[in-house]
C-alpha cells in the first residue's frame, strides 16, 4: 500500500508539473510581457502599443518604444512597417487557439534587449550552457533552438523569439 501511495504522488506530481501551461517571467529579461501573461487590447493601446496586422487569429503588438517605418494601406487595414529593432507580442488563444487570448510569440529583433540574460550578441556557447542550465533541450537540427515542454525559444543573430505550442481542440481553420 506504500508503495501504491508514493507512485500515486510522484504521478500527480510528473502530470500537475508536465501539463502546467503557465511560465513564469524570468527575472532577467527585460520584456514587459512573457508567454501566457493575458494583457488586454485596451491596455496595450492605452499604454501605445501599434497593432500589427497579418496574423490569422491572433493580433501583433509593437512595443510602444519602437517608431514604425511606413505605412501600406488596402482596403480594410492600413498595415504597419515594423522598424529594423523592435519588441513585438502575438497575442492569441492561450493554451488553446480557441480560449482566451494571452502572450503566445514574442519578438526580439532589438540587440540590446535581454531573454534569460542573453542576447542576440550573445556568444553561442554561453547561450547552450545557459539555456541547458534552465532545463531547455537544445535541437539537434537547427543551432539555437531550445524546447522546454511547448515553449520554444530560438537565439540567433538577428532574432529572438519565444513561442508557445497551442493547441487547436475545435480544429478551428483560419
Given at each position: ?121 550573445s556568444e553561442q556557447a554561453i547561450i547552450d550552457g545557459k539555456m541547458k ?42
Amino acid at each position: 500500500m506504500k508503495r501504491f501511495k508514493i507512485a500515486f504522488l510522484l504521478l500527480s506530481f510528473f502530470c500537475l508539473t508536465a501539463c502546467n501551461t503557465t511560465y513564469t517571467k524570468p527575472n532577467d529579461t527585460d520584456l514587459e510581457y512573457w508567454i501566457s501573461d493575458r494583457p488586454s487590447r485596451e491596455l496595450l493601446l492605452e499604454k501605445g502599443y501599434k497593432i500589427i496586422y497579418g496574423w490569422m487569429g491572433a493580433t501583433e503588438y509593437l512595443a510602444p518604444q519602437y517608431e514604425v517605418v511606413g505605412e501600406i494601406y488596402d482596403n480594410e487595414y492600413n498595415y504597419l512597417n515594423k522598424p529594423k529593432e523592435y519588441v513585438s507580442y502575438v497575442i492569441g488563444g492561450y493554451p488553446d487557439c480557441s480560449d482566451e487570448s494571452g502572450v503566445i510569440h514574442v519578438i526580439v529583433t532589438d540587440p540590446k534587449i535581454r531573454v534569460y540574460g542573453l542576447t542576440m550578441e550573445s556568444e553561442q556557447a554561453i547561450i547552450d550552457g545557459k539555456m541547458k542550465e534552465l532545463g531547455f533541450k537544445q535541437d539537434s537540427k537547427y543551432v539555437g533552438k531550445y524546447t522546454k515542454g511547448r515553449l520554444i525559444v530560438r537565439i540567433g543573430s538577428a532574432e529572438i523569439s519565444v513561442d508557445f505550442q497551442t493547441t487547436n481542440r475545435e480544429h478551428i481553420v483560419y
